[in-house]
């Protein structure tokens, strides 16, 4: 069967899990949801009741009568649900970043006689940096591993305070092996903080039944919450009584409006919530996460795996002289597909004057993610025909100039 | 004259600074701008457009097309005006609990050698767990002491690293000295974070011209920024070469976009960036800051201090009964008048029930917040009649039960 007919079928089969009636989207295709997912049909009349009734009437009385108070702790089961989380484990608040300060440095104080922390080199540089600059603060020394060979690492040594792992690796889309590697984290007495931000909404996580101890993620990504949406952070159960970040903000206080001088935590997942959040981002969070109302993550992940796998597919056979260094095993893939090329700069700005949205990474890659929900196979087709044009044109080369991007 | 015509008198004469055509007002008097700040008008049509034609047609073009990657410092900016910076000194993004001990962290490092923390003992209750907090990670020690003694403190000690104080005290509406409490702590090396969260957009601050070192800011008080909108941060010219935060975040990095896997602060105030801020509250902010163009904040203060001036005279005359704790000093005092009285609670809900916001801290105080660009006199005088009428029925006995309120 050619491409077209394949992709006309796979739809077909797909069918399902077609959202894009609950998306707003742009003309062209749109492949960089892994850095901002599309915005949700349901987010602009959300933001404006937010903005019009309930802060322009309602004021400060929203605090209770609109559920702002609620909503780090309310938004954050229902992020939980995608990432198998039962309630009660899961707030959403500051960026990505201070989530995982907050949840490092508690793990930190989880395993107060140890004094290393293991990281992936491959992590998104914010986690690279956040680690390195608490470790500084704090006295604990850095080691670095990559997920597959963190299992040998930690068997080789007692000193393993915390284990920091994407569970997808942002540059190549690869999926690592979360429960192997909590698992082996476990058996060396370690506590496994875990970044999701390119699995929330997109890869089935688990993180209950893998008995993950801390996880952080990105709302704005396959989540589709806009630009810098709240971040969340699980504190699976066990670990809740014990959870302590270093910043200690107001609203985990146990009492939060005795304003007591001294802090005192709030004895279940509240003690993760920070200063006031920042309502607009947060409840345009909320109303973006309607998408996923009745549907399975089990669900996405399979119209997901399906887009990938057809996407690369398609280059194989249109574009074999990019490398795919995304793996091709469905099972070690996230969702999104990079390909390595010297123009690859070029080649993103060329694709995005014909309406193809991907993104580039320094130094040689271009990201194409999927954001299942509101792709077809049709779209991947499209895009990879149009990197046919570019690549025929000589379009990439002409366009490889000076780089500026912006996640 | 009688406070009907007095207040009528003083509408008229301050008729060049009412603002309240630039807000959407909801009925009754709102008195809790200390809280949360009154809808801009200009607001509801910005976010519409940030949320329909940023995000929704142009997506992640938008951090360069629509200017959300400089709005950090472009928001940030806009309210050095209004604190007395000069540009390039203030950046926008996290919450004021992350802000702040961003601020302390680094204002440690600029003092390597010393070993104490000096915070107001009145401070929001945050501020005094962030210090704690910080204190506890770093093996600082923490004294408190009230501004108007930490001169004295200052001259007797060589130890103290930084000081941190609020510009006005959230419960009692003081205004302190902050020239000469910074002062005093330059003479004794230490560095001065100021929190001016119930300053900024009320008072004039003059960060630069009191060389202030550090400063922290609400964004949803007087700023009218919206509910958790983010908070500023003040990083002084002469600091920015040393200015290192405990948490190093990407957007700070000198190029952000080579992703490193080794932090280097940009040369400016760029380095006090966090994560991806929530650009939603962040561009409802910047809309909000409108309000102040073509105002200098003087403007505001000479508003702000005839309404809280008269809203003390009017409870004089007409509620003896409440002691007024705020200064009668105009100089003295902020931007709100707390009283205190044994039924502070019940006489909070009983005014709202009558249309007049303001707020309950425990454990006797009624705060009233004066928001000047959208309050009048006769608005002030409304809502002491109110009182007054509350304390005749005998309402805030009847509704003195379970204190449930949230700012």
């Not at 470790?135 to 930690?154: K, Y």
């Not at 496994?192 to 704005?220: F, I, K, M, Q």
Request: net charge negative; glycine share 10%; proline share 7%.
């Amino acid at each position: 069967m050619d491409l077209t007919s394949r992709a006309a079928a796979l739809d077909t089969e797909h069918r399902d899990t077609d959202l894009r009636h609950l998306f707003r989207l742009p003309p062209g295709v749109y492949l960089d949801g892994n850095s901002l997912g599309a915005l949700p049909a349901a987010v602009p009349g959300a933001v404006h009741e937010v903005v019009d009734r309930h802060w322009g009437q309602d004021l400060i009385a929203s605090w209770n009568r609109h559920g702002w108070w609620s909503a780090p702790q309310r938004v954050g089961d229902r992020i939980g649900r995608l990432v198998g989380a039962a309630p009660g484990q899961v707030v959403v608040g500051d960026t990505t970043s201070v989530a995982l300060f907050q949840a490092v440095s508690a793990a930190l104080t989880l395993r107060p006689d140890r004094r290393a922390i293991v990281i992936d080199p491959a992590s998104f540089p914010t986690d690279l940096y956040v680690v390195a600059g608490l470790a500084e603060l704090t006295g604990h020394h850095v080691v670095t591993a990559s997920p597959d060979g963190i299992p040998a690492l930690l068997d080789s040594r007692s000193d393993v305070a915390v284990v920091v792992a994407s569970h997808v690796d942002f540059r190549t889309g690869r999926l690592w092996d979360l429960p192997t590697v909590t698992r082996a984290a476990h058996r060396a007495g370690a506590i496994t903080v875990w970044d999701l931000s390119h699995s929330a909404g997109a890869v089935p996580v688990e993180l209950d039944r893998h008995e993950v101890d801390l996880a952080v993620g990105c709302g704005y990504k396959y989540l589709n919450g806009g630009p810098g949406a709240p971040a969340f952070t699980y504190v699976g159960h066990r670990h809740q009584a014990g959870y302590v970040p270093a910043i200690r903000a107001w609203h985990g206080h146990a009492e939060p409006f005795a304003m007591e001088p001294t802090h005192r935590f709030a004895d279940d997942v509240a003690r993760a919530r920070g200063g006031t959040p920042p309502m607009l981002s947060l409840l345009a969070l909320e109303a973006a996460l309607g998408v996923f109302d009745g549907l399975d993550i089990d669900d996405v992940r399979r119209r997901s795996s399906s887009l990938t796998g057809f996407l690369i597919e398609a280059l194989d056979e249109l574009a074999p002289e990019v490398e795919v260094v995304t793996p091709r095993d469905p099972e070690a893939r996230g969702s999104h597909v990079s390909v390595a090329h010297p123009q690859a700069y070029g080649m993103s700005q060329a694709l995005i004057a014909r309406g193809v949205t991907g993104d580039f990474r320094a130094p040689d890659l271009l990201r194409l993610g999927v954001g299942a929900p509101y792709l077809t196979h049709r779209d991947v087709l499209h895009a990879v025909r149009q990197l046919r044009a570019v690549l025929d044109g000589g379009e990439a080369e002409a366009l490889d100039g000076p780089r500026r991007t912006v996640t």
